[in-house]
């Protein structure tokens, strides 16, 4: 009798438990690692221009200016994209190193839509002075069309994402149009300390370093235009 109970009990458990799966032989295949061949990957200037967009802000119209020498070789594409609240600016460069060395350059709107070299003075002087709405100066909160500095790396590239609430499309069409420049230089902001003051007594910093920031010549510029 406990004999077949022990064996009716074995059955019972037998038929409970959960049927035996054999492990899988199958395996995920895992792609190659990539390969550096030594060559930079090319440029795509329009490459992911909406990947770090505002989806909480409705798109608006988008304006560029294609960044260029002043021998006119291309080396960039800047967009700008309108949205309810701001003007959100993307600038991508790649440049030879010999043409735009590395650093910090002062990056900024100017105040008409012209990029041309006129006889006996520098490069791209037709694009005036910063965009100024405002009538404001470096000294506080700056121009209107001062933007953050780009940083050009050793290889020539650069990439900048920026957004702005003190310029619209509105804004950057009127008159003759607006223009972006890439300096050879920084811009300092105006960021002089008091004990910089002048031997002869001017207050610094000076009207030159608040109208350009000491950003030095114009190495880049484009006339921004409607997309096409």
Request: glycine content about 10%; aromatic content about 4%.
């Given at each position: 009798?406990?004999?077949?109970?022990?064996?009716?009990?074995?059955?019972?458990?037998?038929?409970?438990?959960?049927?035996?799966?054999?492990?899988?032989?199958?395996?995920?295949?895992?792609?190659?690692?990539?390969?550096?061949?030594?060559?930079?990957?090319p440029?795509?200037?329009?490459?992911?221009?909406?990947?770090?967009?505002?989806?909480?802000?409705?798109?608006?119209?988008?304006?560029?200016?294609?960044?260029?020498?002043?021998?006119?070789?291309?080396?960039?594409?800047?967009?700008?994209?309108?949205?309810?609240?701001?003007?959100?600016?993307?600038?991508?460069i790649?440049?030879?190193?010999?043409?735009?060395?590395?650093?910090?350059k002062?990056f900024?709107?100017?105040?008409?839509?012209?990029?041309?070299?006129e006889?006996g003075?520098d490069?791209f002087?037709s694009?005036g002075?910063?965009?100024?709405?405002?009538?404001?100066?470096?000294?506080?909160?700056?121009?209107?069309g001062?933007l953050?500095s780009?940083?050009?790396?050793?290889n020539?590239?650069?990439?900048?994402?920026?957004?702005?609430?003190?310029?619209?499309?509105?804004?950057?069409l009127?008159?003759?149009?607006?223009?972006?420049?890439?300096?050879?230089?920084?811009d300092?902001?105006?960021?002089?300390p008091?004990?910089?003051?002048?031997?002869?007594g001017?207050?610094?910093?000076?009207?030159?370093t608040?109208?350009?920031?000491?950003?030095?010549?114009?190495?880049?510029?484009?006339v921004?235009e409607?997309?096409?």
């Amino acid at each position: 009798m406990a004999a077949a109970a022990v064996a009716a009990g074995a059955l019972i458990i037998s038929g409970c438990a959960a049927p035996y799966e054999a492990p899988s032989t199958m395996t995920e295949e895992v792609p190659p690692p990539p390969v550096w061949t030594g060559e930079p990957e090319p440029v795509d200037f329009h490459e992911d221009e909406d990947e770090h967009g505002d989806e909480s802000s409705s798109p608006g119209r988008t304006l560029e200016a294609q960044l260029a020498l002043a021998d006119g070789t291309e080396i960039g594409l800047v967009t700008f994209s309108e949205t309810e609240d701001f003007l959100r600016i993307r600038a991508v460069i790649q440049a030879d190193p010999d043409d735009l060395s590395p650093g910090f350059k002062g990056f900024h709107i100017h105040e008409v839509g012209a990029c041309e070299a006129e006889d006996g003075e520098d490069a791209f002087t037709s694009a005036g002075g910063h965009l100024d709405l405002e009538g404001a100066t470096h000294e506080g909160t700056g121009a209107s069309g001062d933007l953050v500095s780009i940083q050009i790396l050793e290889n020539g590239r650069a990439e900048l994402v920026t957004l702005t609430d003190r310029v619209t499309v509105d804004d950057l069409l009127i008159g003759d149009g607006t223009s972006v420049i890439v300096h050879e230089g920084p811009d300092n902001f105006a960021n002089i300390p008091d004990r910089y003051e002048h031997a002869e007594g001017d207050d610094v910093p000076d009207e030159q370093t608040l109208a350009t920031g000491d950003a030095g010549a114009r190495a880049a510029c484009g006339v921004i235009e409607v997309s096409s």
